[in-house]
Every structure is written in C-alpha cells, then in structure tokens.
C-alpha cells in the first residue's frame, strides 16, 4: 500500500499513516460477496490456500514489475484450487516481463480488441487497439473449462457435415456440424468495446460474461483484488457466482459499490 498514492487521492499524510496500519494490522473475516476498501495484497493475505476457482488480476498495466517483485503471482498461486484458473490482464509494452513470470503456470493467450478508446504510443507506431489475457493454470488436465460462451451464433451459420479426410490410404467420413444449444465455443479472440465509464478502470460488461462463466464452475469463487468499476462482481451475481473483490481508490471503490447495488446486491 503506497502512502503517495493515498495522498494523491486527497489523503492527509497522517491520515493516510493511520489508514496503512489500520488495514494492514487490522484482521477481519472475509465475508463472501463484498468488495473491500482494501490494498489487493490484503486481501490475498485473508485467503486460505487451495480456495479460489477464479482469479482476475486486472491492476493499472504498469504497475506489473512492482507487483511481480513483490510476489502478485506467488500469493495467487497459493490462494488458487488445482482446478482453478487466473486470468492476467496486460498490454503492451508491459507484456513482456509479465509473461516471463508467469511462465511455469501459462496455458493460453486471449487478445481483447477494441475499436474505441485506443492508446498512443509513439507518432511512429500504429494506435494501440487490443489487450491481452494470459490465461494461467496449476494443472492443465485439472483446471475447469466450459468451452461454450452462451453466445449465439450468427444467421449466417448453418448445420453441415465436413467434407471426408483422405490421407495415403486412411479415409474416414467428416463430423457433423449442428449448433449447440450453449452458444458459441470460446475463441482466444474477443472484441468488445470499452465502457465509457471515464476515469474509472473498467472491463466490458460483455467480456466478464464469457470469462467468468467459461473459467468458474456454478458456485465457484471468483476474486478480483483490483476490482475497479466492479463490473465483475455484476456478473457473478447474474451467474450465480461468489465473489469477492479489493479495491484501494476510495472514489472508485464508491463507483463499484453503486455499480453493484444496481444488481440489487446491497453491501
């Protein structure tokens, strides 16, 4: 928890001194389905081992070197199920030493594209208009996966059956394509725009709706130490998830908490 920080939101030093040790000493039981206005790492701490279905670790992008050294990926590991799964979101140019943390645990990259609110990087670079997911795993044979989104397809897709495979003497006849009745399966592409929500982080709606029920089980646990617009935690409660969720800025934890409250989960 950085006390510049804290004064930057408009804390007085010593207020901001009280508030450090007030969360950092204070211990608590964690309640289920809250957002707390509490530092990410402290909200690991209160975690059991092997607990977690679903982590999303969405912090500002460049704050990710700070965090790894400070052990972010260490303490997910520990809090996460074997059957879970983490979902890192990054961009360029901070990426790169992320992905090399995160090495041993990787399984998959989903790359979130825009169209609007994209970034400038140099005059001599193209306009930055994506993201990056690394999807991180315990055990790959382990971890949950529901490979359908709920999303339907398009007019355009019809049943068909696939032409038959011929290879130096081995034929067999091609499957059968029928659509399934859980939408889509899950592509390591997706393209939502941002919500215009400001200053404030946060995720579409939309991508929360196919991470969350691709990546929990029914009455999984997802976490979001960094929950900014709380978003997330809509989602859960329209899927029928826990959650629970940290969030340091004071006027964006206010936002969350309204957000929420929209679902009709009051805290």
């Not at 936002?255 to 679902?263: F, K, T």
């Amino acid at each position: 928890m950085e006390i510049n920080q804290l004064i930057k939101d408009g804390m007085k030093y010593q207020e901001a001194v009280e508030f450090i040790e007030y969360n950092t000493n204070k211990p608590f039981d964690l309640e289920l389905n809250k957002i707390y206005n509490i530092d990410a790492f402290n909200l690991l701490a209160e975690l059991d081992e092997n607990s977690v279905d679903l982590l999303i670790l969405d912090p500002n992008y460049q704050d990710w070197v700070d965090f790894n050294k400070r052990g972010l990926i260490v303490e997910a590991v520990r809090v996460l199920k074997q059957t879970g799964n983490i979902l890192c979101f990054t961009k360029q140019p901070f990426d790169f030493e992320l992905r090399n943390e995160v090495n041993h645990i990787f399984r998959r990259e989903i790359v979130w594209t825009f169209t609007n609110g994209g970034a400038w990087v140099s005059n001599r670079m193209p306009l930055v208009s994506h993201q990056k997911i690394y999807h991180c795993v315990i055990d790959n044979k382990k971890s949950f996966f529901n490979e359908r989104t709920g999303i339907d397809y398009s007019e355009s897709t019809k049943s068909f059956k696939r032409s038959k495979k011929v290879f130096e003497g081995y034929e067999k006849d091609g499957k059968e394509f029928k659509k399934n009745k859980d939408g889509v399966w899950l592509r390591d592409h997706l393209h939502f725009n941002k919500p215009h929500t400001g200053k404030i982080p946060s995720k579409p709606q939309e991508l929360y709706e196919i991470l969350i029920k691709c990546y929990c089980p029914k009455n999984g646990l997802v976490v979001e130490p960094f929950s900014g617009s709380g978003n997330f935690a809509k989602t859960c409660i329209r899927q029928n998830k826990n959650y629970l969720g940290s969030e340091l800025d004071k006027k964006v934890f206010d936002y969350s908490i309204a957000n929420v409250n929209e679902c009709g989960k009051l805290f």
